[in-house]
């Protein structure tokens, strides 16, 4: 160990160094710490020991964004590790007595001293309960921030009672305004922080790291110049808190950033897209964020990809890339989209897509917070008018999830307009 850890960071070292080599214990443990206390730099410096050690480790996330985070940010503090997917690792898609298509164990998968799960405020009850089992013997380390929102549906609820928490901002990342919003939101009120957030003036298009918008909801043109300044470099996030609202902003972020200005559902080359289900079939899982790397037609006399909402779903590769396959044949129903292969003139129905296991897929520009969960971007914009929770905890979990997703600029806004 070469690098200096604060006190609390030299407490979870220690522990699961003792934890991860205690051959009379087999219980799991929880690594918890909030935006800038240094989880992965902690973890990198334990990482190092158990390659000295020959601890074997399995590293994974529960989505393939978080998984690419863990992997870069592992790189930084001089780790080269291996990070894929939890059903990458562990899980492979078989069909059960309906013919329908699910997770099962991989029969054949390395068993390893550790499994580290990332972000794993996000890890659901079905699958955890898969890994465990096919998983058995290895020791389970849970990492993730526990003021974060937990998962959608029922969670696996793994960060409830940390075994060690990191809860002491570094100076270095003290000094980051973000960061600093994000710590006011959880410890202080939302008002606090955006009263924080508004004290630092700034132009909305500049390169500051943190500025608030003032006023009420924003007008079409401010809402057009907001998309374009989160996507200027490539690598932007758009944050909402309605599914309606996200639908909305996407059709604005196809207008306003594709290369032909328009905003039809058909999809072009460049577009985001973000998986809405597990896909066994596909390999991928809810969450999952994927961009058009070019748009194709093909003969429908061969097989049909049936549209949801006018959209033809994609086929995702390893590049994190998408092809999309576009025919005649579709399904109009709100802001989603699915994809199979079938004979021709077989009737489409959007439940037998579902049974079939069709990859289901929709824009992915503007996402609900539960949503980006797992993602991080350098720019994100967050749209604060209608923060989720019924109280007063839950909105600024909200809140602080959404900021905590910035990387390098945040912008703070009030009711981006589609129209």
């Not at 190092?48 to 690419?68: I, N, S």
């Not at 699910?102 to 405020?121: G, L």
């Not at 699915?338 to 996402?367: E, F, H, N, S, V």
């Amino acid at each position: 160990m070469s690098a200096t850890m604060s006190p609390d960071q030299r407490r979870a070292y220690d522990g699961i160094l003792a934890w991860s080599i205690d051959k009379g214990s087999d219980e799991d443990a929880t690594l918890a710490g909030y935006a800038g206390c240094g989880k992965t730099f902690t973890l990198a410096q334990v990482a190092q020991e158990w390659r000295r050690r020959g601890v074997r480790v399995a590293w994974v996330a529960p989505t393939g964004k978080a998984a690419l985070v863990l992997r870069d940010t592992l790189a930084r503090y001089g780790v080269d590790a291996e990070v894929s997917t939890i059903h990458r690792a562990f899980l492979h898609p078989v069909k059960d007595d309906e013919g329908k298509l699910r997770w099962r164990q991989k029969v054949d998968a390395d068993v390893p001293d550790v499994v580290v799960v990332d972000e794993a405020s996000m890890l659901t009850e079905d699958v955890w309960l898969l890994v465990k089992a096919r998983a058995a013997g290895a020791k389970f380390l849970y990492v993730g921030d526990h003021f974060q929102l937990p998962a959608i549906g029922r969670s696996a609820g793994v960060m409830a009672h940390p075994t060690w928490k990191l809860e002491t901002i570094h100076r270095q990342e003290e000094e980051s305004p973000i960061l600093r919003f994000a710590s006011l939101v959880r410890t202080d009120s939302i008002g606090a922080a955006l009263s924080y957030a508004m004290s630092l003036g700034g132009e909305p298009e500049s390169s500051a790291p943190l500025v608030c918008l003032r006023g009420g909801q924003m007008h079409a043109k401010g809402s057009e110049a907001a998309v374009r300044w989160t996507y200027g470099d490539g690598d932007g996030m758009i944050i909402v808190g309605t599914n309606r609202q996200r639908v909305h902003i996407n059709r604005l972020a196809r207008r306003v950033l594709r290369a032909s200005g328009r905003d039809d559902v058909m999809p072009e080359a460049g577009d985001v897209m973000m998986v809405l289900m597990n896909s066994p079939k596909h390999g991928v899982v809810n969450g999952e964020l994927v961009r058009v790397d070019r748009f194709r037609d093909f003969d429908p006399g061969h097989v049909c990809v049936v549209s949801y909402a006018r959209t033809p779903l994609a086929l995702v590769d390893e590049t994190d890339k998408a092809v999309l396959d576009n025919y005649r044949d579709q399904i109009i129903e709100d802001d989603r989209m699915a994809m199979r292969l079938r004979a021709a003139g077989t009737p489409p129905g959007w439940d037998d897509c579902k049974k079939r296991d069709d990859l289901i897929m929709t824009y992915g520009w503007a996402l609900t917070c539960h949503k980006s969960q797992g993602s991080q971007a350098r720019r994100v914009l967050v749209d604060h008018d209608r923060i989720i929770g019924k109280t007063d905890e839950e909105q600024r979990r909200w809140l602080y999830t959404a900021a905590t997703r910035a990387q390098a600029c945040l912008r703070l806004v009030r009711g981006l307009r589609a129209w």
